[in-house]
């Protein structure tokens, strides 16, 4: 089996005041995308500044492909745009990347090539020359991304890498991190941009108060969160007792309801109360883990009598998701 690219094992940085992050243990397979959520004050930064080295762990062990972390072996490895970055103001944009370039002992004839191509990949190639205290927000954060990939690392480590973007900085971001992920090197984004978790990462985990609440796949986690819809006809809520209890499922009325057969709407109080429950038609819903579950539901639905008359399923996005995991939570995601 291939080294991991990250791996880490119960993890943990206590600050003095007691924040920070507790036992965290992941592993990040070469090639991968790796999302890191979790609100502000999680302790994302904190593990990550453990990863590239600028922070000692309190205990726990981490490993970046195989090498320990902190040592030059491992720093040698990654690339990492930090969170709170800023660059000489008097240097212009190529002078910024080039000074990365000779930090990592690079040659001056291989700079001399890497800059201006970094400079292009990342869409600073026409205000190379000028000066960073003319940069906006957004053009200091992709001089950042370029000095982050100056030496072409494995494994690249991004606080945030798109909140001072726009929509279309974000896009062009995102296509350059494709194009890494493309290339087999790994990503490791702590990121608010929820979307730009779901579009880019393979797998995730989310972090509150200093641990890991949930981690897998991102695909995984959706899955399970898929809620589906069924339209049935003869509807009774014994019916639905019934159901709730042969498949263990929490099966309930949706708040998408329709018109009656005999066109009056059918409203919740009415399939309790209401007279007319034969001819009921109403949506009923239920998260389920697979197709599979979904078809042996319609089965049962059919077995009992009353009509199918449409399944649908409505996929929670990973920001849904995210609010409901977080919410109800310690919102600032800090230790009591
Ligand atoms: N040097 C420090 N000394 C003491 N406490 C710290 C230090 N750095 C961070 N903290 C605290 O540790 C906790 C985690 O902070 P961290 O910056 O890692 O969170 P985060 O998830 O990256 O948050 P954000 O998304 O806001 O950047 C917070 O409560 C923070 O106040």
């Known amino acids: ?40 004050g999680a302790g994302k930064s904190t593990f990550v500044k453990m990863l590239v080295g600028l922070i000692t762990p309190s205990s726990g062990s981490a ?3 195989g090498y320990k972390i902190g040592s030059l072996a491992a720093k040698s490895l990654i690339g990492y745009l930090p969170e709170l970055y800023r660059y000489q103001e008097w240097m212009t944009g190529e002078e910024v990347v080039e000074l990365h370039a000779r930090l990592c002992r690079m040659e001056r004839s291989v700079a001399a090539k890497r800059v201006p191509a970094l400079l292009e990949e990342v869409g600073l190639g026409q205000r190379g020359r000028d000066r960073v ?10 001089l950042g991304l370029a000095c982050a990939l100056v030496n ?12 001072a973007l726009d929509p279309i900085g974000r896009r062009e971001v995102r296509n350059i991190l494709e194009k890494l992920k493309e290339r087999g090197k790994t990503i490791f984004l702590n990121s608010h941009l929820l979307e730009e978790v779901e579009l880019l990462c393979d797998r995730m985990a989310l972090l509150n108060n200093g641990v890991i609440l949930r981690h897998g796949s991102v695909s995984e986690v959706l899955r399970k969160q898929t809620k589906w819809l069924f339209k049935v006809g003869g509807f009774t809520p014994f019916l639905r007792s019934w159901l709730n209890e042969q498949t263990g499922l929490h ?25 007319s429950q034969d001819e ?14 979904a078809g042996w539901l319609n089965a049962l639905i059919v077995e009992q009598g009353m009509t199918l008359y449409e399944v649908t399923r409505e996929q929670e996005r990973l920001e849904e998701w995210f609010v409901n995991t977080v919410s109800g939570l310690d919102h600032r995601g800090e230790r009591e």
């Open 280 to 293: 009921s038609v109403v949506w009923l819903e239920a998260e389920l883990d697979s197709e599979e579950q």
């Open 133 to 142: 205290k003319h940069y906006s927000k957004g053009m200091q954060q992709r």
């Open 251 to 275: 099966i309930r009325l949706s708040s998408r309801q329709e018109q009656s057969i005999h066109g009056e709407r059918n409203s919740v109080d009415q399939l309790h109360y209401g007279q």
């Open 1 to 40: 089996m291939s080294v991991p690219a990250i791996e880490t094992r119960a993890l943990t940085k206590e600050y003095n005041n007691g924040r920070g992050c507790r036992d965290v243990s992941i592993t990040v397979g070469k090639g991968e995308a790796f999302g890191f959520l979790g609100p502000n």
């Open 152 to 163: 072409d690392p494995e494994i690249i480590f991004l606080d945030e890498p798109s909140s």
């Open 63 to 65: 490993a970046l492909l």
